[in-house]
């Protein structure tokens, strides 16, 4: 029952900051709630017995990025303006998705519900065999690295690929491309093909 | 903030401390929560609190981004490395078993190896990206 | 009817949180509140998948003797990775922010149209 009362008042919590980061105009402000919105979720993990998930969250959300939003916002300037359109449109757009997908979630199991099919399918195998085939109590540990090595070794370079489009992007001296911008005019390529359009 | 004298000591005193306990949770990651990803994303913000407190000249001193680049590929190089392993020992490709005689014994290590792989890239790719953002001038 | 909605209340502020998520991505203008936006989206998503997992009764998947009831480790693998990833491809969209910037001077939507149009 405490459990039940905890987990409603996090989400309760956490919808509430959602609403105060989209009506809030101070950037600066929202970099902050954005910040404590992901340590709420963190706190809704351990509830949920996502002990691994939540370190991360906190690590990740509450931790590196908020900080690399307050770098972006030195370089950007922390005010939004209101927009110029009416956001008529988009909430009807919002409103029917977000009705046809509670509609959806009657047909969904019960939360908690042992015997859903996604506990069912390759979980049980997981929870009991993983101890005798990889010899680890920590399961999501085994499925991770070892079971699931190849989904880890995609994310991985997914990582990797980050780094190296932030480097690419943002890598350089502030002005490089700068001379190729202004002089359009020039038009001389190096192509074997005449360059004659 | 070089001039705060209690962030600066105080920081100084905690960086040991969350790179012991980015290692604690790298190794014992089998055992408890934790793994490469968290390790990783712990060691990375050490560096970034560095860089935060004492200016990013500094931490460019002691994380020189010639030898951290180049860690963002080691990593991804070492996890692709042990998948290979595996796969000349007789296995299959990211197939643990056969890297040793006892299976289980052969899965820990590759777990091992491939955790660190893990930690290496994300540790790597997050001061990486620190670097450049706080790097650029306005 | 409060079983009823207990057993979807994990679902429904999941979907409230997406729907504010898309709402901020779509209607706001300023290209760091997008990706903020993009963030709550996100987290909404790992919270369904978590939500999706949770077994009544069920304690953490570490195994120990003492335990018999864990609840399902799948979603936990994948949402941890997909965590990690996911503060990569924000970074990605910051640095595309800041670049958008340092070419237009603006990180307003509005703007951004107008100053299209002119070249």
Redesign the interface.
């Known amino acids: 029952m405490i459990i ?1 009362l905890i ?2 008042a996090l ?2 919590f ?2 509430a900051t ?2 105060a ?2 009506r809030l105009r101070s ?1 600066f402000a ?2 902050m709630l ?1 910040g404590i ?2 340590l709420l ?1 963190a706190s ?2 351990v509830v ?10 906190a ?3 509450a ?3 908020t ?3 307050i ?7 922390e005010r ?2 209101t ?3 009416t ?1 008529l449109l ?2 009807v ?3 029917l ?2 009705a046809a ?2 509609y959806a ?2 047909d ?1 199991p ?5 015997n ?1 099919p ?2 069912l399918h ?2 049980p195998r ?2 009991n065999e ?2 005798a ?14 079971y ?6 995609g ?6 690929t ?6 690419l ?3 350089g001296r ?1 002005g490089d491309d700068a001379g190729i ?1 202004k002089e359009p005019a020039d038009d001389t390529e190096p192509d074997d093909d005449g360059g004659t359009a | 903030m070089r001039h705060h004298r209690v962030l600066r000591i105080i920081s100084k005193l905690l960086i040991p401390f969350i790179m012991l306990f980015a290692l604690y949770v790298q190794f014992h990651g089998d055992f408890g929560p934790g793994g490469g990803f968290q390790a990783g994303v712990i060691f990375g913000s050490a560096f970034i609190l560095y860089g935060l407190i004492f200016g990013l000249e500094y931490a460019r001193m002691v994380a020189p981004p010639a030898i951290v680049t180049r860690l963002v590929a080691a990593g991804v190089l070492i996890f692709a490395g042990t998948g290979y392993a595996g796969l000349f020992a007789g296995g299959n490709f990211l197939d643990y078993g056969v890297l040793k005689s006892d299976p289980v014994a052969g899965q820990h290590l590759g777990i091992l190896l491939v955790e660190f792989g893990v930690g290496t890239t994300v540790a790597a790719s997050m001061i990486t990206i620190f670097f450049l953002f706080a790097g650029r001038d306005r | 009817m409060l079983q009823a909605v207990l057993d979807h209340y994990n679902y429904w502020i999941a979907i409230l949180l997406m729907m504010i998520g898309f709402y901020t991505v779509v209607a706001r203008g300023n290209l760091v509140k997008k990706i903020v936006g993009l963030n709550i989206f996100q987290t909404s998503v790992f919270l369904l998948y978590i939500s999706m997992g949770k077994v009544t009764g069920g304690t953490a998947p570490i195994l120990d003797e003492r335990f018999s009831v864990y609840s399902n480790p799948i979603p936990h693998v994948l949402i941890l990775t997909a965590i990690v990833v996911g503060v990569a491809t924000t970074a990605l969209g910051l640095a595309l922010v800041v670049r958008i910037r340092e070419s237009y001077g603006t990180i307003e939507e509005d703007e951004l149209d107008l100053l299209d149009g002119e070249t």
């Open positions: 039940t987990d409603i989400l309760t956490m919808g959602a609403i980061i989209l950037l929202v970099v954005s919105y992901s979720a809704m993990f949920l017995d996502a002990v691994d998930v939540a370190f991360t969250e690590a990740v959300g931790g590196i990025s900080v690399l939003m770098a972006v916002l030195a370089l950007t300037g939004e303006r927009p110029s359109h956001p988009p909430m757009v919002v409103v998705t977000g997908l509670i979630t009657f969904m019960a939360f908690g519900d042992a859903a996604v506990n390759v979980a997981y929870l993983s101890f085939e990889v010899g680890l109590p920590n399961v999501v540990t085994s499925v991770l690295a070892s699931r090595g190849y989904d880890t070794l994310e991985v370079t997914v990582i990797f980050a780094a190296v489009a932030v480097m992007l943002i890598g502030k911008k």
